[in-house]
């Protein structure tokens, strides 16, 4: 652990304190913190959970030279562009006092008080050859978050931190995502000139995820799945591809992000009961929904446990319940088998206690099904004895052919909530939420040979296997980013649509891991998206929804 020297300096006029904070010549930060506000313990109070985060980031990670920045708290709340929406607590701007990632901040921008702030800065040191400033809130037009203890400024200012980190490049994998040419040379011969040409013209992603971990494996166009696996089950591209995946599993294991970031449970909304809230006790006393798994069944048993849904000995024990699962339960981890037992098993408990486990259809589901296994790791499918058992397992008549095909569904609406694995947008709301889900099962339960499949995709353009819009498309329920990713102005108008439609409060999501294991909602708590990078190919991060019908409340669950 390294510690800090504090240095303290005079107070500036308006309340603005400073203070400087200088790490040793081989240290990894070197900032001053100033501070904006007649709260003298919120200053200390931040200024120390500020000390915290930077010692947490610095355990973790080394950096040469030091990165510099100041620190500044301030008033966001009376810059912010929708007093509506989340005020923040956090954010982090250029020297130019340009949000970096204005989409997500509310703030305006550039920010408005940036001028007094500079000139407060101390002379000696000049801010535009900081690397980033981070703004951090004084609240100081709504008291009641000076007596909050659930704040959680050092779990925020990690977060913008790291974004800074990631915006200069200062950041390898598992932290940040592979550059565009960064195919590991082990791999890089096995794969046709024209798919590294295809590689390397890749747009950037719009994901929100602060390691878009797509990038973590190499991208090889769709149609070269089938002519690989037609030659041979496995070929060498086939082995380079699930080397990749496990390497890549392996070192998501050891970041150790999810050991600094420890979130609190936090009450998303509470209202008044109604009839129909009353009604919804009647059949469900709460509802868990837990977010994509990837393959790690100590993390789904953990998940399960900490719900108390389950006992030590996995068996189902609660009562009044609906649990659901937000898709991806397969790839990446080799636990698949356990996955599909275990659910398989509690769908049948369930019903006893008067509960139900819903599982939701995850493009990694769909994306198997399809015969696209650049996901898949070789020890899984070494559980399954070779690929051929496996394919025989999801077939339409294998052990877990009706789950995956049948009873997955694509959304599914429990209580006044409707799940989805990506988003649902209201052209799809309108067909019915039965009809959706009938659709998409009539697909897959087409009974298709792998050669019948290579066959279709690389000579057909309208075969709904591979090409229907709710399986395939660029709004699919199943594989959409847009509702993540997109400006709230652009997709909140959608989610209230399609709400309006279904006659539900809120949309819940996974399918777009979010920053460093923290749970997310927009549109006014109306969309929630819960992956949170769970597995331990991921991050090994914990968390998940709980909505108490009882008493009308909605929460963030974390293991804390």
């Keep these: 652990m390294k510690l800090p020297k504090v240095l303290l300096f005079a107070t500036f006029a308006f309340h603005f304190s400073s203070s400087r904070v200088i790490y040793s010549e081989h240290s990894d930060f070197n900032y001053k913190f100033y501070c904006s506000t007649s709260k003298k313990e919120f200053c200390n109070t931040t200024k120390k959970e500020l000390k915290s985060a930077v010692l947490s980031i610095s355990s973790l990670l080394d950096f040469s030279p030091p990165i510099k920045f100041d620190a500044v708290v ?122 590294l040409a295809s590689y390397s013209k890749r747009p950037p992603s719009n994901n929100v995820t602060s390691f878009d971990m797509r990038y973590i494996h190499p991208f090889i166009e769709d149609r070269f799945v089938c002519n690989i696996l037609e030659r041979n089950r496995n070929v060498t591209l086939f082995n380079g591809i699930a080397n990749v995946t496990e390497t890549s599993c392996e070192k998501m294991r050891n970041n150790e992000l999810s050991t600094i970031f420890k979130w609190k449970d936090k009450l998303i909304s509470k209202g008044k009961s109604t009839k129909r809230i009353k009604k919804l006790k009647k059949q469900f006393k709460r509802i868990v929904a837990i977010g994509d798994i990837h393959g790690d069944y100590e993390k789904l048993i953990s998940l399960l446990r900490h719900a108390k849904l389950i006992n030590k000995k996995n068996k189902w024990i609660a009562k009044n319940t ?31 206690k008067g509960s139900i486990v819903n599982l939701i259809l995850g493009n990694h589901e769909v994306g198997n099904l ?35 095909r049948q009873d997955m569904n694509v959304t599914m609406i429990v209580g ?145």
Aim: charged letters at 30%; proline letters at 4%; hydrophobic letters at 35%.
């Design 74 to 195: 301030d008033n966001l709340s009376k810059y912010i562009n929708d007093i509506n929406k989340e005020v923040p607590i956090a954010a982090l701007v250029n020297t130019e006092f340009i949000p970096i990632d204005k989409k997500f901040y509310n703030l305006k921008s550039p920010y408005p008080n940036s001028k007094k702030i500079i000139n407060k800065f101390n002379s000696n040191r000049n801010y535009t050859e900081d690397d980033f400033i981070l703004l951090l809130n004084n609240f100081k037009n709504d008291h009641t978050y000076h007596k909050n203890s659930d704040i959680e400024i050092k779990n925020k200012a990690m977060k913008e931190i790291m974004k800074g980190l990631l915006k200069l490049g200062k950041l390898e994998a598992p932290y940040d995502s592979l550059p565009e040419s960064g195919i590991p040379e082990s791999v890089r011969d096995k794969i046709p000139p024209e798919v």
């Design 322 to 352: 609906a649990l659901v699962q937000e898709g991806d339960l397969i790839d990446r981890d080799k636990d698949i088998i356990k996955i599909l037992d275990l659910l398989q098993d509690l769908r049948e408990q369930a019903p006893k």
């Design 370 to 404: 399809q015969g696209k296994y650049f996901f898949t790791s070789r020890d899984d499918i070494k559980t399954f004895g070779n690929l051929e058992k496996r394919e025989e397992a999801f077939s339409l008549k294998g052990k877990y052919g009706k789950l995956l």
């Design 416 to 560: 006044d909530s409707l799940f989805v694995h990506a988003g649902l947008y209201p052209e799809y709301a309108e067909l019915g939420i039965d009809q959706i889900n009938d659709h998409v099962h009539n697909i897959l339960n087409t009974t298709l040979t792998l050669d019948e499949m290579c066959e279709i995709y690389n000579y057909s353009t309208d075969n709904p296997f591979y090409f229907d819009e709710l399986l395939n498309g660029e709004k699919s329920p199943i594989s959409t980013r847009d509702f993540a990713s997109l400006e709230e102005s652009t997709i909140c108008p959608e989610v209230e649509k399609t709400l309006k439609i279904t006659n539900t409060k809120r949309m819940v999501i996974g399918h777009t891991i979010q920053h460093y294991g923290e749970m997310q909602t927009r549109c006014n708590d109306k969309l929630i998206i819960i992956d949170i990078g769970m597995s331990s190919c991921y991050g090994g991060f914990f968390g998940y929804l709980e909505i108490l019908n009882d008493k009308n409340e909605v929460w963030f669950r974390y293991n804390n």
